[in-house]
């Protein structure tokens, strides 16, 4: 008998020369789901001959991989494409490198700060919201995904890169969407990944790439030059932190770097979430009748501002439930650099440990019928119920999400100004299905009819549980 030290975890095995791999690039998120209803906390999943994953999806084992083991573990470097448009930034990097970069961008994230920054993006929210009521008044069906990207870059972008990138916000948003589509998609059999990709895209994707940089090269000589009256966002507090901590210049490429990965980050991450929410309030008409009369109950028809934006406790609830169904960032994946145990299991050094929030955000002993959209899950008794780690959108731990709150309060701003003026509703029979990418996205974009959205007056008209709200 084995040593307990080397106990194994239950998992599938799945064909001789395979593995499971077959089955989880048909449909990962089905699949993870499966295992770990299936087999539990902890997962050994075989991929190939010889080749093994960990998922680990019991919420105590996921406090032990990322916080009791954090030293253990490291990013998964195999994320080698994002690793190429990313460099050293704060998503990937690791060691010294990482804590003295968290060090010196934390300052930034403090609540005042949020808020300020939140209060001077209300005008591009209200813009957002004036574009697509014209957009809607002309066309009778609009893809709502790209709108949202261009929103959530120019929250990010004039947050991390402040006037500078707002002069270029168009030009670059084209230039993502180009790369967003040559990106390679995952592939769905087991030979898929030494399929070659199109030399096209390649080519579409490299250039891409270049003219991205080029803007930000650009950005950042505008701010070296410097100008009292100009906005140059988080940049002078990045560079003046590494000078502090290094007594060394940032030098142009680690300072693209650290911009490039927190533009990433922040809006990839909310572009694709806004969709998520927006569709799950098109699908529950009952739910968005109850978050436009809170809205309309706290804010009126007056612009929300930042600090009221807490008083939003059923629109809150609808984000959190959007987020736990459709968390932007669907999985997290970890190397472990020594062996260790995770529930009593073994873990070799070198194996690749997978967290699918996906699967953990629908654990049926801790969501009762998980595929409901049900906001009142996350009130504050229910949410007492349920164990630490059982919801982790953005992750925990070390390395969870630097950006947590500001992306609650953008999408809290987003949704309240855009339901006080507008109606999305899904086109009937677009097909909704999952993307996972880098974050989880819709394989056919999102399709909506948008029409101006008059206030009610008349709240007798409406079910008696929603007047109390009005
Ligand atoms: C709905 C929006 C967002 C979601 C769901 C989200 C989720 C996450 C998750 C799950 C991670 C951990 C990834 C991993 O460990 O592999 C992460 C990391 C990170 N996020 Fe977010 N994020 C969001 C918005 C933002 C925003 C607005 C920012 C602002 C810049 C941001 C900045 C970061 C950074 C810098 C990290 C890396 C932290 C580190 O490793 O120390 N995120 N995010």
């Not at 006037?163 to 993502?176: L, Q, S, T, V």
């Not at 809150?316 to 190397?335: G, K, M």
Request: aromatic share 10%; net charge positive; proline share 6%.
């Amino acid at each position: 008998m084995k040593h307990p030290e080397f106990k194994q975890p239950p998992g599938p095995d799945g064909s001789y020369f395979f593995g499971c791999l077959t089955e989880m690039r048909q449909n990962p998120m089905a699949f993870f789901t499966r295992v770990a209803a299936e087999y539990g906390g902890v997962a050994k999943i075989r991929f190939g001959r010889n080749k093994y994953s960990y998922l680990v999806s019991e919420p105590e084992f996921i406090r032990e991989l990322l916080i009791k083991n954090k030293t253990s573990y490291i990013k998964n470097t195999r994320y080698k494409q994002l690793a190429r448009v990313l460099g050293e930034g704060l998503l990937l990097s690791e060691g010294q490198t990482w804590s003295r970069q968290r060090k010196i961008a934390q300052p930034l994230f403090r609540l005042e700060a949020l808020h300020a920054q939140v209060d001077r993006s209300r005008s591009d929210i209200a813009n957002f919201a004036d574009r697509l009521e014209l957009l809607g008044s002309k066309n009778q069906f609009i893809d709502i995904e790209p709108e949202f990207s261009k929103l959530s870059q120019m929250l990010a972008g004039s947050w991390i890169m402040g006037d500078p990138f707002r002069a270029r916000a168009d030009e670059m948003a084209e230039i993502y969407l180009t790369a967003t589509n040559a990106w390679p998609v995952a592939p769905r059999t087991a030979l898929g990944s030494y399929r070659i990709p199109p030399i096209r895209a390649i080519l579409t994707l490299k250039k891409a790439f270049s003219d991205f940089d080029r803007h930000i090269f650009a950005i950042i000589s505008e701010f070296r030059r410097g100008g009292d009256s100009i906005d140059f966002g988080m940049m002078p507090a990045l560079v003046s932190g590494h000078f502090e901590a290094t007594g060394e210049e940032l030098s142009d490429q680690r300072l693209r770097d650290q911009i490039v990965t927190l533009f990433i980050a922040a809006h990839e991450t909310s572009g694709t979430g806004m969709c998520w929410i927006h569709y799950l309030l098109s699908k529950y008409p009952e739910v968005r009748d109850r978050v436009q009369l809170e809205v309309a109950s706290v804010f009126g028809s007056k612009l929300p501002c930042a600090a009221d934006l807490s008083r939003l406790e059923y629109v809150d609830r609808v984000i959190q439930e959007s987020f736990r169904i459709y968390s932007p960032i669907h999985s997290l994946s970890r190397v472990a650099v020594e062996d260790n145990t995770i529930g009593g299991y073994h873990i070799p050094k070198g194996a690749t440990v997978i967290v699918s929030l996906f699967a953990t955000h629908r654990l049926a002993k801790y969501w009762k019928n998980p595929e409901a959209f049900d906001p009142d899950r996350f009130t504050e008794a229910e949410s007492a119920k349920r164990p630490p780690f059982s919801y982790i959108p953005f992750a925990a731990g070390h390395r969870n999400c630097l950006g947590g709150t500001m992306a609650m309060l953008q999408a809290k701003m987003t949704v309240a100004q855009l339901s006080q003026r507008l109606k999305i509703d899904l086109m009937p029979g677009h097909p909704i299905e999952l993307m996972p990418s880098t974050t989880m996205r819709m394989r056919y974009g999102m399709k909506v009819e948008i029409e101006p959205f008059e206030q009610r007056s008349n709240f007798e008209e409406l079910p008696t549980s929603l007047q109390a709200l009005a």
